[in-house]
């Protein structure tokens, strides 16, 4: 079946340490995005991608990293200048104009 | 500015009832417009879409929504809520062309009474 994954599912992380959440879809989407969710928030945008060696930054990009090296792939580094990087991480993917989201990544800080 | 309004936060009743959940958005022109449901820790699942055509789509699980272009609204309606509809639902517009990019609402959380 067709789909985003993300992994992992749940991340601890120390204070100063930067971690990458993995996203990957088998969809032959285009476009990618990577999304933060803060309770009573909505969903707002880090980074996107219309397309492989090429993103752009979005709303909140301060304090994370993107690459996308192939058409499949799009990891989000969340790095130590993250102030406040306690959040549920959502994928997304498009070609038709409609996201089709993966199921999440929540990481939490110690 | 591009905006979403989901004006309630929260929203209760009882199953069995209808519901009507409301998204206004400010936009240049007339955007795509979608509505996604979350269960908790979950990630969010397409219930319709509106790019153009006839006002009133259809969406999974018995939904359907009604673009009123002169109102700036779209929204979301079901005439009788089973208790697996609690969730929060999202509203959200994106570009009709070109870069793909999207706002969403706030969203609002549905909690339904047996």
């Known amino acids: 079946d067709g789909g985003i994954t993300q992994s992992p599912k749940y991340l601890f992380r120390k204070e100063g340490q930067n971690v990458t959440l993995s996203c990957e879809q088998n969809?032959?989407?285009?476009?990618m995005y990577w999304y933060r969710q803060d309770p009573g928030q909505g969903l707002r945008l880090i980074y996107y991608s219309q397309i492989v060696n090429d993103f752009q930054k979005g709303d909140i990009a301060e304090g994370y990293s993107v690459s996308r090296e192939k058409k499949e792939s799009f990891p989000l580094t969340v790095t130590s200048a993250q102030k406040n990087p306690t959040a549920f991480y959502l994928c997304a993917s498009t070609d038709t104009g409609e996201l089709f989201f993966g199921e999440g990544s929540r990481l939490t800080v110690l | 500015a591009q905006s979403v309004t989901q004006p309630d936060i929260h929203i209760t009743v009882s199953e069995g009832a209808s519901l009507e959940l409301r998204c206004n958005y400010s936009y240049g022109a007339t955007p795509y417009l979608f509505w996604y449901v979350q269960s908790p820790g979950q990630g969010l699942q397409l219930l319709l879409k509106?790019?153009?055509?006839?006002?009133l789509v259809q969406g999974i699980k018995g939904f359907e929504a009604e673009f009123k272009r002169s109102q700036s609204s779209f929204n979301l309606r079901k005439p009788s809520v089973h208790w697996s509809d609690a969730a929060e639902y999202f509203c959200a517009v994106g570009a009709p062309s070109g870069t793909y990019k999207y706002i969403f609402g706030t969203g609002t959380r549905l909690k339904v009474l047996a």
């Open positions: 509106y790019f153009s055509g006839d006002t």
């Open positions: 969809l032959n989407h285009d476009a």
